[in-house]
Nanobody, 124 residues
Framework: QVRLIESGGGLVQAGDSLRLSCAASGRTISTYAMGWFRQAPGKDREFVAGISWSGVTTYYTDSVKGRFTISRDNAKNTVYLQMNSLKPEDTAIYYC?????????????????WGQGTQVTVSS
């Protein structure tokens, strides 16, 4: 069983930066693909960024390319999401997810483990 705890969310202004962290426990995530998703009020949960178990391969949804960076530190069992140039439309609850496997996965149903989420609010 993998337990995930997100942190780092908050209220910021447009143009600001935040770094989200996802700390895993229960098992080492070094062989797990990891992803970040977000869910805004009234909308479905959507893929934001994903990273392979090795960290070599990453993938982003178009709306965050060039602004967000996903990374991982397997020694610390932690995954990060650096978010720069934040926009009001980035406002959502951000979730970390994990699944066994070597690639990058973009579907909600492809992940077996989820954190409880952290709120990110960007004011204009």
């Amino acid at each position: 069983q993998v337990r995930l705890i997100e942190s780092g969310g908050g209220l910021v202004q447009a143009g600001d930066s935040l770094r989200l962290s996802c700390a895993a426990s229960g098992r080492t995530i070094s062989t797990y693909a990891m992803g970040w998703f977000r869910q805004a009020p009234g909308k479905d949960r959507e893929f934001v960024a994903g990273i392979s178990w090795s960290g070599v391969t990453t993938y982003y949804t178009d709306s965050v390319k060039g602004r967000f960076t996903i990374s991982r530190d397997n020694a610390k069992n932690t995954v990060y999401l650096q978010m720069n140039s934040l926009k009001p439309e980035d406002t959502a609850i951000y979730y970390c997810a994990a699944r066994q496997g070597g690639g990058v996965y973009t579907g909600v149903r492809e992940y077996a483990y989820w954190g409880q989420g952290t709120q990110v609010t960007v004011s204009s």
